[in-house]
């Protein structure tokens, strides 16, 4: 990694005037956001992060005489070509032609590798991470509701597996539960087998609308109850009508998981819980955590103090399993098979109480590793409305975002040199949805807004795309750059180390969303990049310019363009190469 190799030349100084290791440096040694306004140095060391661990006596309380101290001391060399002080910070400027060579010669060699092998990562051990997300309900078109899910789970597992860490994808499906009883007696009055066939998700919708319009009928209930018991007991005809249930909904969240570019390893289900859940109280009996209340359900006391101020229900009256035993029992069994160092949730911040309650009864059972499990919790959308009126389900979305995205293709004149239309306007609508969503923090509800979302200027996924195509499309025009026969004496311009400053960064940014497992670090950075790329296009042409001079260029436009489809990947968007 280029900015690797220039923060270990920083330290190795530092770190005889600092009288540190250069390894206790180098995390302190950050890239400089750049500036469009004003030239920046291309790393900084903030006096702050060093002062602790500092036995050197050139360091005073006052950190901007520190840092001015400290600069003094440190001496410009073959890599660093200036120094200087700033507030409670030491810059450093890096040597121009070693910054463009280095920098190039690295994007170029890793490829898509660039940035996820920095020695930033090196002291994080490789894990095996289980992500469960997603997770609809069967039997029902998939909601909106489950479209933050599906992406920022995509983005997580994406990640992780890129720096190199063991992930297993997990879709954990709802397709237990009395509902089901419900939906079996409804299937039996109103049901069509040939619509199943065709048409399941909707049809099982329709069925359940009628059979719910009579659900507060005593005999419904009575039905849906025995319907549900026949499940529990295994009744070969009950099963079979719900197994076709299941069955004909995975294939249709699969066609609709293909077109948002997502996959699982895994189609998981409470059901496949329902009889080790019967384990898992017997275990919470047994371990003396299991008490009964009045009406005979089962719960766990949390609190502190053992006075019941905090509890979780576990067991039904009747004896029956709930979601959360249903849940305790399939960590449980998620260890068993893949021996995980770490397990991710991802679902909306309303089951945050739900998960904090699985966590401590998991602790209270004696599984140490409950410590290792995370909820990533996320906001609701507002306002995600077709031109029909209200959204439920989210192909109406996705067919909705590539309708709108023909159209302004249209409109800009562009899609008659394009092969497939529909499957190029279906890539930038899903880049467009997924920018709009990772802009913030995930924890945060966000008003969805078509117009802002589709425009092609401004920090959307539909400019990400545009600038992507368009580097794309210089290096069809012009061949591919070797950063080998590079003058990188012709890569002086503003413009042109404002984009290799940028692409410095690019570890850093990968190891902060790392860390914090928000999407936003890297959507900021790929969108100041494009910005960049733009600006640098504009004012640095390759058409026209002298040999030299076109080829340098073009290794630089290049180098941006692999970065830019690396963090796009990472964030679930299929890089476009025409639009």
């Known amino acids: 990694m280029a900015a690797c190799s220039f923060r270990r030349s920083i330290a190795s100084q530092l770190s005889k005037v600092l009288d540190l290791p250069p390894e206790n440096l180098i995390k302190s040694i950050s890239a400089v956001p750049v500036s469009r306004k004003r030239r920046v140095a291309d790393f900084q060391l903030s006096i702050a992060s060093v002062t602790e661990d500092c036995s050197s006596d050139c360091l005073t309380k006052d950190p901007n005489l520190q840092a001015q101290k400290l600069a003094e001391r440190l001496k410009c060399d073959a890599v660093v070509n200036e120094i200087s002080a700033g507030p409670g910070t030491v810059n450093f400027t890096i040597n121009r032609e070693l910054l463009a060579k280095t920098v190039l010669q690295q994007v170029l060699k890793d ?28 039997a029902k078109k998939f909601h909106i509701g489950h479209l933050r899910s599906t992406i920022v789970g995509n983005f997580i597992a994406n990640l992780k597996a890129a720096l190199g860490h063991e992930v297993k994808r997990i879709n954990y499906l709802g397709d237990w539960g009395m509902q ?53 007991e295994h009744d070969e005809q009950t099963l079979s009508l719900w197994k076709q249930f299941r069955d004909f909904s995975i294939e249709e969240y699969i066609r609709i998981y293909k077109r948002l570019g997502v996959h699982f390893d895994e189609y998981s289900g409470e059901s496949f819980y329902q009889e080790k859940s019967q384990e898992v109280l017997k275990m919470l009996e047994d371990k003396g955590l299991l008490q009964k209340t ?22 039904r009256s009747d004896g029956t399993s709930l979601y959360i035993t249903r849940d305790l029992a399939a960590a449980i069994d998620r260890m068993d098979q ?32 409950a410590e290792r499990c ?39 004149k562009t899609s008659r040199e394009i092969d497939d239309p529909m499957e190029t306007a279906e890539k930038v609508g899903l880049a467009a949805l997924i920018i709009q969503d990772f802009r913030g923090l995930l924890s945060s509800d966000y008003q969805f807004n078509w117009d802002r979302a589709l425009q092609s200027r401004g920090d959307t996924g539909v400019f ?29 311009e503003p413009d042109a180390i404002s984009v290799l400053q940028h692409l410095l960064r690019y570890d850093e940014v990968l190891y902060r969303s790392s860390q914090d497992l928000q999407p936003k670090h890297i959507v900021s950075y790929l969108l100041t990049l494009s910005h960049l790329a733009a600006v640098a296009h504009r004012a640095l042409p390759v058409k026209g310019s002298a040999p030299d001079l076109a080829q340098a260029r073009l290794c630089l436009f290049q180098a941006a363009r692999l970065v830019l489809a690396n963090g796009m990947k990472l964030l679930g968007i299929t890089p476009v190469t025409r639009m």
């Open 180 to 232: 089901f009883g419900l939906l079996g007696v409804g299937f039996q009055c109103f049901g069509n087998k040939e619509k199943l066939k065709s048409s399941p998700l909707q049809h099982l919708f329709e069925v359940y609308v009628q059979i719910n319009k009579t659900g507060e009928d005593e005999d419904t209930k009575k039905m849906a109850k025995d319907f549900f018991r026949k499940l529990e």
């Open 111 to 138: 490829g898509s590798e660039y940035g996820v092998r920095s020695e930033l990562f090196s002291t994080v051990p490789k894990q095996k991470a289980v992500v469960e997300y997603s997770s609809p309900n069967i």
């Open 294 to 315: 009045i009406e005979g359900t089962g719960i766990v006391d949390l609190s502190e103090k053992k006075d019941l101020s905090s509890f979780s229900t576990v067991m």
């Open 338 to 369: 893949h021996s995980w160092d770490t397990m991710i949730y991802v679902t909306d911040k309303s089951q945050s109480n739900h998960f904090q309650h699985l966590f401590q009864i998991l602790k209270l059972m004696g599984y140490d590793w």
């Open 464 to 492: 990400l795309q545009y600038t992507h195509a368009r580097l794309h499309s210089l290096e069809q025009t012009h061949g591919n750059a070797h950063p080998t026969d590079v003058n990188v004496a012709c890569l002086q």
């Open 374 to 412: 995370q909820h990533v919790s996320f906001g609701l959308v507002q306002g995600m409305k077709t031109r029909r009126g209200e959204v439920i389900f989210l192909e109406d979305v996705l067919n909705e975002v590539r309708s709108r995205m023909l159209h302004n293709m249209a409109s800009a």
